[in-house]
């Protein structure tokens, strides 16, 4: 099944596929006994948020005798691309800095990490604008463009 456009992954089912992308197959068991040291779910919760995933494309289902083996059908890698691209998509343009700035303040980063942002930075840094303009129709931000 393919992914369809704009389907949500929620944080419970970013928990499954965590596991899932760290194992490449999985049964539920598997799964369950990952996430029963993180989370106080039962078995059926954890089957839940699979199904869920399997019917919206995130997870592929092999049947193999009386269980299923579980992969991904995205990589981890797009699907935080994925992430971030929708959270880009609704914000104001001219807050994606901001927004940025805030993330990187907060995150945890290596010297190769800080290395990797600073020559994205650099680079983009030839290409910046003065001022980014504004996405939104006027009702949806506080910018100037709607003052």
């Known amino acids: ?44 919760t954890a089957k839940t ?11 592929l289902a092999e049947p193999q005798g009386n269980k299923y083996i579980y992969s991904a059908a995205i990589s981890e890698e797009d699907s935080v691309k994925t992430a971030a691209e929708r959270l880009f998509e609704q914000i104001c343009h001219k807050q994606a800095g901001n927004t940025i700035a805030d993330m990187l303040a907060g995150a945890a980063l290596s010297h190769k990490d800080v290395e990797l942002i600073q020559a994205v930075l650099d680079d983009k840094k030839k290409h910046a604008v ?18």
Request: proline fraction near 3%; aromatic fraction near 6%.
């Open 49 to 59: 948020f699979i199904g869920r995933l399997v019917k919206k494309g995130f997870l």
């Open 130 to 147: 003065d001022e980014v303009a504004c996405n939104c129709v006027p009702g949806q931000c506080r910018c100037s463009t709607h003052s």
């Open 1 to 44: 099944m393919a992914i369809q456009e704009k389907v949500e992954m929620t944080a419970s089912e970013r928990e499954i596929m965590r596991v899932v992308w760290t194992l490449g197959n999985a049964t539920s068991k598997d799964i369950v006994d990952v996430l029963e040291r993180k989370k106080d779910w039962k078995p059926a």
